[in-house]
């Protein structure tokens, strides 16, 4: 599906506009098909909800603010507008990225010990992509998954989204930029420094087991 843009003599003066799937459904709700929003909610509620989790590391406030923020995206759906290139995924993560600051901020930072959740979909791939290749060779996977909560509870907020959003959602350097309102360079150098940091909070552990 498109959406065309023309001026007042009928003469399209931008290009099409390609959208996805989540945006149809979207522009569907709007023009009176709830059932719609109805198919978003059951697809981006569980993703929203697993973000903010590892975003805040407070899964009750996750599923507040993922209903919080779905809540909005039904209340100013007509104000969505579809842009070349950028996913309607990064629009709503954007939400919930916005929303999660806020709360952070609240938290103040609080750190859990909490083991991280994963759904039986998930892939496995985590703690080698945010630890280091020999982690599980070293110590027990609760730990280092509790150490990476930890680590991510004491990022700043900005390089906590971002990771989260690449590690665990796969979300590009742009469409983590959409996400971010920032650039795709400066998601690159978000994801580095926070990487360093989460491997500066394992090294202790890692050291102990050597």
């Not at 498109?2 to 522009?27: F, K, Y």
């Not at 507040?64 to 995924?89: C, M, T, W």
């Not at 926070?194 to 050597?210: C, I």
Request: glycine share 4%; aromatic share 6%.
């Amino acid at each position: 599906m498109t959406e065309r843009n023309q001026n007042a003599s009928g003469v399209l003066h931008e290009s099409e506009v390609q959208i996805d799937e989540d945006a149809q459904l979207l522009q569907r709700f709007v023009g009176g098909d709830r059932s719609a929003f109805q198919r978003l909610v059951e697809r981006w509620r569980t993703p929203l909800v697993r973000y903010l989790d590892r975003f805040l590391g407070d899964r009750e406030r996750a599923e507040d603010i993922a209903q919080e923020v779905l809540v909005n995206l039904y209340r100013h759906a007509d104000q969505y507008r579809a842009r070349p290139g950028v996913k309607f995924s990064s629009y709503l993560f954007r939400m919930a990225t916005n929303a999660g600051l806020n709360e952070r901020k609240r938290l103040a930072r609080r750190l859990s010990t909490r083991p991280l959740e994963r759904g039986e979909d998930e892939e496995e791939h985590v703690v080698e992509d945010l630890a280091t290749p020999s982690a599980e060779a070293c110590v027990a996977a609760a730990e280092v998954e509790q150490a990476i909560r930890r680590g991510l509870a004491a990022l700043p907020e900005r390089q906590a989204a971002a990771l989260v959003l690449a590690s665990y959602h796969g979300l590009s350097l742009s469409e983590i930029g959409e996400s971010l309102d920032i650039s795709a360079m400066a998601v690159k150098s978000l994801l580095n420094r926070a990487r360093e940091s989460l491997k500066r909070t394992l090294a202790p552990m890692l050291e102990e087991s050597a």
